[in-house]
């Protein structure tokens, strides 16, 4: 993978991961484009490196939230902060047990399959539509409804259905407040995306053998710095209820999709 290649998947990464446009379905969609032929273990090592670049660019945008997150929790007393960890351990349990029990399946829906990720596009996109029209309150996160929006979470590890889209949208339906809404949608995949690069480093998945670390540098920057403009851009469109734009998008690229894959069967 060269470094023009590195850069282009370090910015698709980095806006797709919070824009609500699915980034695992544009990487696939970009490999495809670029021609990938990397071995499986190394695009993972890729992949990797920009979900984690992307980890950090959040930990940075909400960094205040984080370290009041951190005070509130030492003060060990059941307290606002200790409640909103709380609901977002809750949230992660559907997408631990099936990144657990189900990995070999995720796995196989994986590597170039375009016309999933074109039909999981137009999901997303209606997904969008609905919550755009959501009447906006002052509700917070209810720990139901946690583990709900983590439901929906665990359904974007398919690829082609945005996570920021599907957990903002699903939490937007239940009533909450859009800008809490957003703020517990990209915070509650920061653990996530840790414990999922703890798990492949641990198991072996990982190699770094051959690694080209000029173009996995590259990619983290353009990941990084593209996600902490993403990331900041995409709180002020879900206050201001622009989500139907990422809605039309997600049609014209899902259906693109489709009917690039149909033509070149």
């Known amino acids: 993978?060269?470094?023009?290649?590195?850069?282009?998947?370090?910015?698709?990464?980095?806006?797709?991961?919070?824009?609500?446009?699915?980034?695992?379905?544009?990487?696939?969609?970009?490999?495809?484009?670029?021609?990938?032929?990397?071995?499986?273990?190394?695009?993972?090592?890729?992949?990797?490196?920009?979900?984690?670049?992307?980890?950090?660019?959040?930990?940075?945008?909400?960094?205040?939230?984080?370290?009041?997150?951190?005070?509130?929790?030492?003060?060990?007393?059941?307290?606002?902060?200790?409640?909103?960890?709380?609901?977002?351990?809750?949230?992660?349990?559907?997408?631990?047990?099936?990144?657990?029990?189900?990995?070999?399946?995720?796995?196989?829906?994986?590597?170039?399959?375009?016309?999933?990720?074109?039909?999981?596009?137009?999901?997303?996109?209606?997904?969008?539509?609905?919550a755009d029209r959501a009447k906006d309150t002052n509700k917070k996160v209810s720990f139901p409804n946690a583990f709900i929006i983590g439901i929906s979470q665990a359904i974007a590890l398919l690829p082609g259905i945005s996570r920021s889209g599907a957990t903002i949208s699903t939490s937007v339906l239940l009533g909450n407040d859009k800008t809490r809404a957003a703020r517990f949608s990209f915070l509650m995949v920061v653990p996530l995306i840790f414990g999922k690069i703890a798990k492949d480093i641990w198991s072996g998945d990982i190699t770094y053998e051959s690694a080209n670390f000029t173009s996995l540098g590259i990619g983290f920057i353009a990941a990084f710095i593209s996600g902490l403009f993403a990331c900041t851009w995409m709180i002020a469109l879900v206050k201001k209820s622009k989500l139907s734009y990422f809605a039309l998008y997600c049609v014209i690229v899902g259906i693109t999709a489709i009917i690039f894959t149909l033509l070149n069967r």
Do not use: Y
């Not at 699915?22 to 021609?35: F, N, R, V, W």
């Not at 920009?50 to 997150?69: G, P, Q, W, Y």
């Not at 351990?89 to 796995?107: D, K, N, R, T, Y």
């Not at 399959?113 to 999981?120: A, P, S």
């Open 1 to 130: 993978m060269d470094i023009i290649d590195s850069i282009l998947l370090g910015i698709i990464q980095g806006l797709t991961e919070f824009l609500p446009v699915s980034s695992s379905g544009h990487l696939e969609l970009g490999k495809a484009i670029l021609g990938d032929k990397s071995v499986p273990k190394e695009s993972l090592l890729f992949t990797v490196v920009l979900h984690f670049a992307t980890a950090l660019s959040t930990m940075v945008v909400f960094r205040k939230d984080i370290l009041d997150l951190i005070k509130g929790i030492l003060k060990f007393e059941w307290n606002d902060d200790l409640k909103f960890v709380s609901k977002i351990a809750i949230s992660m349990i559907p997408a631990v047990i099936v990144g657990l029990f189900f990995e070999e399946q995720l796995e196989q829906l994986f590597g170039g399959n375009i016309l999933l990720v074109g039909c999981m596009l137009i999901v997303t996109a209606a997904l969008l539509f609905l």
